[in-house]
């Protein structure tokens, strides 16, 4: 029995009591402005308007057929196509879903390294993006609407003036590159203009990793991690499960070490950082450190392990048995350590990182380092040195390749000043956004399902991106542009690609084979391995830095780093550990907010270095004292109508110098209240035991602690009678021990299964409509608790609760144990959901779908129907998957097989902590997760008997800081 | 005080009660009868082209499959792309006024809209292959098309049409061999039906779920 089942907590007020209340309690529908009277008059209109309205009959519909047939397309049966999508830069494979020529719906694709079959969250809210109705949708010149044709023309005489120049004053900015085709173009700009220049700005990029791997080998390095052979694990600020390169990928291979019955044993993670991430959440010791101070750190581990580390300040006490454990931990580990430094350290941190792991023979077994998967910046490629340009007058022509930086440039480098000086500014770009509406021409990007690239993945794997739809609106993507800006021969996507893959792939089998799996064969980057250079020493702490507190820029775990702002999927999704959403208020520690007298909510102004921002502040657990967090992506002003004026812009504050964090922030109370949306209180079960603790000592004593000390070990008798089975029992296990608390689930069910986004005042009411919510439960002190993930879909119980009280039938019971509703059954009466221990229904109080907008509607997912105001709606488990299956199987006479049916949620799972399928099959997944001694029922004791189970989280300490 | 009821106010209250509940029961009877499931079937639509099951199929004796050709493997049964009606027409009538629309749209690469018989809610998923694969014939719902000059509709489409078969599916059920003929008939129903109910091993226990249709 764990001692760890008591004492769970969701939010700061719970914990302390002090406030009752859990979402904002207010009318319905409130009745603006009518009196009595005019209510009933409403009341007996509608109700005659209604009685007629059912005289009509359905619309009568047109069957509308092909003049061809398109090849290889049976009407209404989907295709999957592999593609690829980049995040900041770094390629993620996938399989796209096309219903009648439609991209409807994003799956990871089992071959490619970086998803193995699973995605983040970006990749599925990525068809929203294609289908969003904000996107720019035709050339402007100047604001005004213009033509290809006539952007050519400009561009042409542009081309011939620099033709003769050689280039000079021609500037090219874009995201971090992995694109050989993009690669290759840019260096065929340099050669027909030699004097033109090529910046990299990506606000979020790994300029420091790269920039340490110089330091300490000589030359700038790619560095990978091999979780899977690590059995120790140091994260310095170091979020991995979260990397926008390779997070999907690492959380596979650190889980998969992670598994308490597997041959390798279980792997241990201690992560010293300054605000909670996933990564933090999944450790088994977390130590909350400023971020200026994990360097000292850092350096004493570094002696303490023979590193010839640079002088440090002295240890706490805690942080020197920290230390001690730490190290002996690693020294016991050598060979299958790892120390992982995060992209907010500065490079000679990741210096250091790399002779740390080179001492502890890591280079080669749990870390590779490869060539630079992206292609190098120039020197001076910065945008930096492209905003003294601008001021210095030398910026003739800046060509924006999909890039923001009037927006998410640092604020010292007074970009938009300087973007007045240029001549001629051509942006390309998704959406006419803060810079697109600055520029000379304004052009249309193809979405990138729209437009023929290719990509690298962490590991250096080239994928080719196909075109699933022609773009909607006339976009030309970012080769084709620069196609016209060289006079290439070759103008269009598919031949520029083509091209360069000439060599490796040089018939059209070989292409064809690259297309349709998705990858192209041999083409990982083989690892180098090289001599560390002599280390220089640290910079000394430097006296400023050390002053007052410390402000960190970090990209927001939802919508990035603001290019993903118009994205009501990702605003809505309730972020990782805070469960905010549609905002970015600062994070800050409980005992500065104790300190300072703040609140969550509360207004306050952020001085640092002679500019201010006016933000509001949310108490972070978890949170270093002397650090506060500020999440880039909010506060644009032109994102489009989802998300223009939400949160607060953190650019406004960061500085090109220190981007990560910066030092002698002062924070000023300005009274008031800023109304923030978060959902951790939300469909709370009422302080049950949700989620099931223990360590591996726990384990290792009695597999089945989770269930040990429950009142009926396996079910209680019940009165109301058993279902007679049927063909399938349908069940899912979920396990905690895999959840790292992404998100991805949430996202994945809301694209599949049609499911609305009620934008912030409604989240604030507690009515947001996701069929799978994913709990955080804190564990311990505010100033430094365990976190705890927990993802809720509907638990499909035998005996459900919410079947006895449904007045109209709407929700029933199905003869493979289904817990089914009925959507045009339903009359909205909510009985369902008040009678719902686990507070898995959501009720469409008002109209949230959206009707009007045709590219959403496009978008839909057709196997599943559309609900209306006034109708309640749960999880399902996918029954539109599970029929098409059935289908299948029972036309050819068979049974179903294995994996035939995969949920949404549990195809996206980066971790596979979702097992779904036949229980009565004791052969199934399904069956032998519900085996396992881990196995427990989210509140047993109410005897519904629920079909979901859960495996509970297991912990790995170290005895010498815990005992175990 | 004057009496407040004449003598005869008992007889037409009677009479007024009568009346009401007269009116009340022909409204209802009404009301039935004109929403009942067994509604006159739906008469044929105006077509852009004045299309002929009856000739293309009672007369040329072509195959249901050969124009609605996903009805075996998908939920839509297929509507013929222009290019299949061209593949005969291009040859065939082509110059008949009747044909013109099609001619035209077909050259002109533009879309030809027929009237939909057959439709279903939205939120009812039927699927045309799964009744193919378990022995619905095509005339248990389409009717003899192949004696229809314009296409009308035979069947309701109510949901308690679609129970009337889920709940006793082994009268409708016909051999394999005989989903496409239009006019084939059991010679004992009873036998047959039982035991093609386990040969397509149809699972009767789901059939009424809500889950079937409804998802």
Same mark, same amino acid.
Request: net charge negative; hydrophobic share 30%.
């Given at each position: 029995m764990s001692s760890l089942r008591q004492g769970l907590w969701r939010s700061l007020e719970e914990r302390t009591g002090a406030d009752g209340v859990r979402p904002t309690a207010q009318p319905a529908a409130p009745l603006a402005g009518m009196d009595r009277r005019q209510f009933f008059e409403a009341l007996g209109a509608s109700l005659t308007l209604a009685g007629l309205a059912g005289c009509s009959r359905p619309p009568q519909g047109e069957i509308v057929p092909y003049v061809h047939a398109p090849l290889g397309q049976t009407d209404g049966l989907p295709r999957f196509f592999a593609s690829t999508l980049t995040r900041d830069g770094y390629a993620h494979g996938v399989l796209v879903e096309s219903t009648m020529g439609r991209p409807t719906k994003i799956e990871g694709n089992p071959h490619h390294p970086a998803s193995l079959g699973a995605t983040d969250i970006y990749a599925q809210a990525s068809v929203l993006q294609l289908w969003d109705p904000d996107r720019s949708q035709s050339v402007l010149h100047r604001g005004e609407p213009s033509t290809w044709d006539a952007f050519a023309a400009a561009l042409e005489s542009l081309a011939v003036r620099f033709a003769r120049s050689a280039g000079q004053g021609l500037h090219i900015l874009s995201g971090t590159v992995t694109s050989p085709t993009l690669a290759a173009q840019l260096d065929r700009v340099k050669l027909r203009y030699p004097r033109a220049r090529w910046h990299v700005h990506q606000p979020s990029g790994n300029d420091n990793a790269l920039a340490g791997a110089e330091l300490a080998f000589g030359q700038r390095l790619s560095t990978q991690l091999q979780l899977r052979r690590a059995e120790v694990i140091v994260g310095l600020d170091a979020d991995f499960l979260g990397d926008p390169a390779a997070g999907v990928r690492y959380a596979r291979d650190f889980v998969e070490a992670r598994s308490a019955t597997g041959s390798a044993g279980m792997s241990r993670l201690y992560v010293i950082e300054p605000t909670p991430s996933i990564t933090g959440a999944m450790a088994d010791h977390r130590l909350p450190m400023e971020s200026r101070r994990i360097a000292q750190f850092a350096c004493a581990l570094g002696r303490r392990l023979g590193v010839p580390a640079p002088g440090c300040a002295e240890l706490t006490p805690d942080e020197a048995r920290w230390l001690e454990a730490l190290a002996s931990d690693l020294q016991a580990h050598h060979g299958a350590a790892l120390v992982v430094t995060g992209a907010g350290q500065p490079a000679w941190m990741h210096a250091l990182g790399h002779a740390l792991n080179l001492a502890l023979a890591s280079h080669g077994a749990t870390l590779a380092c490869t060539e630079p998967v992206e292609k190098l910046a120039e020197v001076d490629g910065t945008l930096a040195s492209l905003a003294s340009a601008m001021h210095a007058g030398e910026v003739d022509t800046l060509l924006v390749l999909d890039a923001n930086p009037a927006y998410d440039a640092p604020a010292d480098l007074d970009f938009a000043r300087g973007l007045g000086r240029v001549a001629h500014l051509l942006h390309l770009g998704l959406y006419r956004d803060e810079t697109g509406v600055l520029a000379e021409w304004h052009l249309p990007q193809a979405h990138q399902l729209e437009s023929w690239s290719d990509g690298r993945a962490f590991d250096g794997t080239a994928s080719l991106a196909q075109p699933l739809i022609a773009p909607l609106y006339g976009g030309r993507s970012a080769h084709e542009l620069l196609a016209m800006l060289t006079r290439d021969e070759v103008t269009e996507g598919r031949a520029l690609v083509r091209r360069q893959w000439q060599r490796e792939l040089p018939d059209e089998r070989a292409w064809q084979a690259a297309l349709q799996s998705g990858v192209i064969a041999g083409s990982a980057f083989a690892p180098r391995s090289l001599p560390l250079r002599q280390l220089a020493p640290a910079?000394?702490? *430097?006296a400023a830095d050390q002053k007052g507190l410390e402000l960190l820029f970090r990209s927001d775990p939802t919508v990035g780093d603001g290019?993903?702002? *118009? *994205?009501s999927w990702l605003q809505e999704l309730p972020k990782p550990l805070t469960q905010l959403t549609w905002d970015n208020p600062l994070l800050v520690s409980p005992a500065l907010a104790a300190r300072q007298s703040l609140a969550n909510g509360d207004r306050v102004e952020l001085r640092l270095q002679g500019r201010s921002l006016r933000a509001a502040v949310w108490i972070m657990p $978890?949170?270093?004292? !002397?650090s506060v967090t500020l999440h880039l992506g909010y506060g644009r002003r032109l994102a489009g109508r989802v998300g223009s004026g939400t949160g607060f812009n953190a650019y406004l504050l960061r500085s090109s110098q220190a981007p990560w964090s910066s030092a002698g922030l002062e924070l000023v109370s300005t009274g008031g209240s800023y109304p923030l949306a978060s959902t951790?209180?939300? %469909? &709370?079960?009422? $302080?049950?035991?949700?989620v099931r603790v223990g360590t591996l000592g726990d384990y290792r004593r009695?597999? &089945? %602690? &989770?269930? &040990? !000390?429950?009142? %009926? +070990? $396996?079910a209680p008798p019940s009165l109301y009678p058993e279902y007679p089975p049927g063909e399938y029992a349908w069940g899912m296990s979920i396990d905690l021990n895999a959840c790292i608390g992404c998100k991805a689930c949430t996202i994945a069910c809301q694209a599949e299964n049609n499911i609305p986004t009620v934008g912030k005042e409604q989240v604030q009411r507690g009515r947001e409509m996701h069929w799978i919510r994913v709990d955080r439960y804190y564990e311990g002190a505010p100033e430094n608790p365990r976190s705890y993930s927990q993802p809720v879909p509907c638990m499909m119980c035998e005996h459900a609760p919410c079947e006895l009280v449904c007045p109209v039938g709407a929700t029933v019971h199905d003869a493979e144990g289904l817990n089914v509703q009925v959507y045009n059954r339903c009359v909205g009466t909510r009985f369902c959901s008040n009678n719902c221990p686990y507070k898995v229904r959501r009720f469409n109080f008002l109209q949230y779908l959206d009707r009007s907008a045709d590219t959403l509607k496009a978008q839909r997912n057709p196997d599943v129907s559309v609900r209306r105001r006034g109708v309640m709606e749960k999880c399902t488990y996918c029954i539109q998957r599970i029929e098409e299956a059935h289908i299948l199987a029972d036309r050819e006479n068979r049974r179903i097989g294995a994996g035939e049916v995969l949920t949404a949620c549990q195809a996206v799972c980066p971790t596979q902590a979702i097992r779904f399928g036949d229980?009565?099959? +004791?052969?199934s997944a399904v069956a032998q997760a519900k085996r396992s001694p881990r196995n427990y029922l989210l509140l047993a004791e109410l005897n519904s008997r629920p079909r979901t189970s859960y495996l509970a989280r297991l912990r790995n300490p170290n005895p010498l800081l815990e005992e175990g | 005080m004057a009496q407040l009821f004449s003598p005869s106010f008992g007889f037409l209250l009677r009479l007024g009660v009568l009346a009401a509940v007269l009116a009340a029961v022909t409204l209802v009877s009404a009301w039935r009868a004109l929403t009942s499931y067994r509604a006159a079937p739906l008469d044929a639509l105006e077509q852009p082209v004045p299309f002929s099951h009856k000739h293309h199929v009672g007369d040329d004796g072509i195959d249901c499959r050969y124009c609605h050709s996903s009805v075996e493997s998908a939920a839509f049964a297929g509507m013929p792309p222009l290019s299949t009606c061209m593949s005969c027409h291009s040859q065939l009538f082509t110059d008949q006024p009747a044909l013109a629309p099609l001619v035209d749209a077909y050259l002109a690469r533009a879309v030809l809209r027929w009237q939909r018989l057959y439709k279903l809610p939205d939120f009812a998923y039927f699927n045309h292959s799964i009744h193919i694969a378990k022995g619905i014939g095509c005339a248990s719902c389409h009717g003899a098309v192949d004696q229809m000059p314009l296409t009308w509709r035979v069947a309701p489409l109510t949901m308690r049409w679609c129970l009337d078969c889920h709940r006793e599916p082994a009268a409708h059920l016909r051999p394999a061999t005989e989903i496409f003929n239009l006019h084939w008939q059991p010679r004992d129903p009873s036998a047959l039906g039982a035991r093609l109910l386990s040969a397509y091993h149809i699972d009767t226990r789901r059939l009424t779920d809500c889950s079937v249709c409804h998802r």
């Open positions: 910079p000394l702490p *430097n290019r993903w702002s *118009n *994205n $978890g949170q270093a004292e !002397g951790q209180r939300h %469909f &709370a079960m009422e $302080g049950r035991e949700p009695d597999p &089945a %602690f &989770a269930t &040990a !000390g429950d009142e %009926f +070990p $396996g229980c009565a099959d +004791p052969a | -």
